[in-house]
């Protein structure tokens, strides 16, 4: 039997790879489809975005809703990102937005601009998705504002630009997000994607989502290291904050500490070892080998992650404590 997927690590934390007993023939991301030509590749704009994410309240592990979505909307934001639309321009274009809201605003904003522009959510019915869908084909609609309906299953080759309009804070879904526009089609050399990037959390993560070896469980990941490179034909544009961050060195202990912490403020207590599998954007290969230089946890943390019921005890609040005095 073979088994065939593009999204094999999910946003919902399941786990495709048990279906397979782990026992994976190929595997192919997207930096290595780029450089085969496979797929197209990118200009990435890192655009600045000067909303005060730290004012937003943040509630397991995301942000409130309602204060994000009145903080997108203001007209000071939208149009920004309509002047980033107009000089980055091209024919087909995809905006992921934060909420229903959201896009009602964006797309209300650029019809009055004389933009042809249509939203799709999850209340679209499908004959209505398939005209829009249509119409965007035939170059009839210029852009789609959309919200947690385009990031998988839905197959658009000719899209050319990518508005990422909302914080994301998931690798897993910038990834599918990006993918979107990855799509080989006639006349289409790149995909142009324009990214709205402000001070909220893991933003600073956003050159390693980049070189497509986020997940790879590298040691350390530095810009003069090759591993760092980015797909062929690839290019990016960052601001001045992600350059300050492009020049450090990463170590692998420093993603697994980053990811710990916000596995905290998310769960709103000391995660245990199957959380870091359950919920954490780390690999478990990663947490593992970081722990190799701690042999009486070793074992127990290749337990845990073997385990279906985990509660927090003694041993994990050692390990957390060991995990950040280091």
Not at 55 to 78: F, H, M, Q, T
Request: hydrophobic share 35%.
């Amino acid at each position: 039997m073979l088994g065939l997927t593009a999204t094999p690590d999910r946003a919902d934390n399941g786990d495709i790879y048990k279906l397979c007993d782990y026992n994976i023939a190929y595997e192919c991301d997207f930096r290595v489809g780029i450089n085969n030509g496979w797929l197209v590749p990118f200009e990435y704009y890192g655009i600045y975005d000067d909303t005060d994410y730290s004012l937003i309240p943040w509630r397991s592990g995301k942000y409130d809703l309602e204060a994000l979505e009145n903080a997108l909307v203001i007209e000071k934001r939208v149009d920004l990102v309509f002047k980033k639309y107009m000089e980055h321009r091209k024919k087909s274009t995809v905006g992921f937005c934060a909420s229903v809201k959201h896009c009602e605003v964006m797309n209300q904003y650029f019809r009055k601009q004389g933009v042809k522009s249509e939203i799709i959510i999850g209340e679209t019915p499908i004959s209505k998705r398939q005209e829009i869908i249509g119409k965007f084909k035939e170059r009839e609609v210029e852009v789609i504002f959309t919200v947690d309906i385009f990031n998988e299953g839905v197959d658009i080759p000719c899209i050319d630009t990518l508005l990422f309009l909302r914080p994301t804070l998931s690798y897993t879904i910038f990834i599918q997000q990006l993918g979107r526009g990855l799509r080989t089609f006639e006349g289409k050399d790149s995909v142009r994607v324009l990214d709205f990037v402000g001070n909220y959390k893991g933003a600073e993560l956003r050159p390693l989502f980049l070189t497509g070896n986020y997940k790879k469980g590298k040691g350390v990941i530095n810009t003069t290291d090759k591993e760092f490179l980015l797909p062929e034909g690839c290019s990016v544009e960052l601001i001045e904050y992600f350059e300050k961050f492009k020049r450090k060195s990463i170590r692998q202990e420093e993603l697994v500490k980053l990811d710990y912490k916000n596995l905290m403020e998310t769960l709103e207590r000391v995660p245990t070892l199957m959380d870091t599998y359950t919920f954490g954007e780390i690999p478990v290969h990663m947490y593992i080998k970081t722990f190799k230089c701690f042999p009486q946890y070793r074992d127990r943390v290749v337990e845990i992650f073997q385990t279906s019921d985990v509660r927090a005890g003694r041993e994990d609040e050692k390990w957390f404590n060991i995990f950040f005095e280091k």
